[in-house]
Structures are given as C-alpha cells and as structure tokens.
T-cell receptor
C-alpha cells in the first residue's frame, strides 16, 4: 500500500465550477497534511496546510481532513484557467520525519 | 529574501557518469531535503540533511549521496548514472522545529537527462 494515494485521473472542470481532489494515506500516525500546486516544468508550491479534523478555508481553496478515514481533500471554488496545474497531496509523520507525496492530480480548467 | 536556489537548472549526462547538484536553502532554514520527481509522478524522498549529517534516507541506492556544508547549503551526488535517473531533482528547505519543520519550500529544480 502506498503511503499517499491520489488515484483520480485528469480532472477537467469548466471555468467558475468547483474542482474536488481527494487523497488517502496509510500511516494512521500522520499529523500534518499539505496540498502543493505544480505547474508544468516548475517546482511544487505550497497552497494549503491542515493539521486537525474539519475544514480549513483560504481564499478559493478549502482543505478537508478526516483522520478517522485517513482522507484529505481539496476543493477549488470558482475555478480559473490559472488553476490548471497538477495538485500534489503530501503527508508528514513525525515518526518518519519526512514528507511523503502522492503522484498528483492534473486539473484542467476549461474557459 | 532569496528563496531556495538550485544549480544547474538543466544537465545532460551519459550512462556511467557522475553528477553533482547544488542547493542553497531559504534564509533562516537549516534543513535541506532532496527529492527525485520522475515524469508524471510525485516527488520521491531521497534524503534529508541537518547539522551537516544525513538525518533521514528514503529508498534510494548508495549511488545517491549528499553533503551539507556549515552554511546549510547542500550537494546531491549521483554516481554510475543510469537511464532511470533521468528526472527533476528538487531541493527543499525547512527550519528545524516540531511544528514547522515539515513545511517545505522548494527550489526550481535541476532537470537531469541521462543518455
């Protein structure tokens, strides 16, 4: 079982719609959760961090965490063409003392 | 305030050669992590350096080695290059601390092509 799984294929959403991305993780002791955005050919950029169960909102982004289900998600509201990128889920466990990444989900926002 | 800087940006090598990649962390950061990102995949953890020592290591062979200098900058060395080593190599820095040390800031990466 992979440490962090993002299984959805490329996601195409119309401009102005909501994009929803999901991620599951295997280490129940994981304590910190992140979403990174990566444009093609560029390095990952941190856009959201979440540490406790529930929702965390930052602008058009909302991260949701459910530790019981070992599940973290990202919602992008009012999607813009500039949101077209790959979104990486990352999970940190103090036991491992390192950040583990999923393979990413590509989002394409169609004008 | 300079962010994380990596050099070179692109590199082409042939199989069997050796390569050294360099990284300077963000100001105030003392921990450097290296990741390998193959095309279409997420970054894979290679190792992390703190206080000039390798603190954590991922599932990479001994051909991958590193170093951290007193000014916190770091090098990644790869010996006996294989075609499969072709990837984007990312350096990320963070500051030591229970709460914040996992929040990574990435450099722009070095694209390594092995022919």
């Amino acid at each position: 079982q992979k440490e962090v799984e993002q299984n959805s294929g490329p996601l195409s959403v119309p401009e102005g719609a909501i994009a929803s991305l999901n991620c599951t993780y295997s280490d129940r002791g994981s304590q910190s959760f992140f979403w990174y955005r990566q444009y093609s050919g560029k390095s990952p950029e941190l856009i959201m961090s979440i540490y406790s169960n529930g929702d965390k909102e930052d602008g058009r982004f909302t991260a949701q965490l459910n530790k019981a289900s070992q599940y973290v998600s990202l919602l992008i509201r009012d999607s813009q063409p500039s949101d077209s990128a790959t979104y990486l889920c990352a999970v940190y466990s103090y036991g491992n003392n390192r950040l583990a990444f999923g393979k990413g989900n590509q989002v394409v926002v169609i004008p | 305030d300079a962010g994380v800087t990596q050099s070179p940006t692109h590199l082409i090598k042939t199989r069997g050669q050796q390569v050294t990649l360099r990284c300077s962390p963000k100001s105030g950061h003392d921990t450097v992590s290296w990741y390998q990102q193959a095309l279409g995949q997420g970054p894979q953890f290679i190792f992390q350096y703190y206080e000039e020592e390798e603190r954590q290591r991922g599932n990479f062979p001994d051909r991958f080695s590193g170093h951290q200098f007193p000014n916190y900058s770091s090098e990644l060395n790869v010996n006996a290059l294989l075609l499969g080593d072709s990837a984007l190599y990312l350096c990320a820095s963070s500051e030591t601390g229970v709460v914040t040390n996992e929040k990574l800031f990435f450099g722009s990466g070095t694209q390594l092509s092995v022919l």
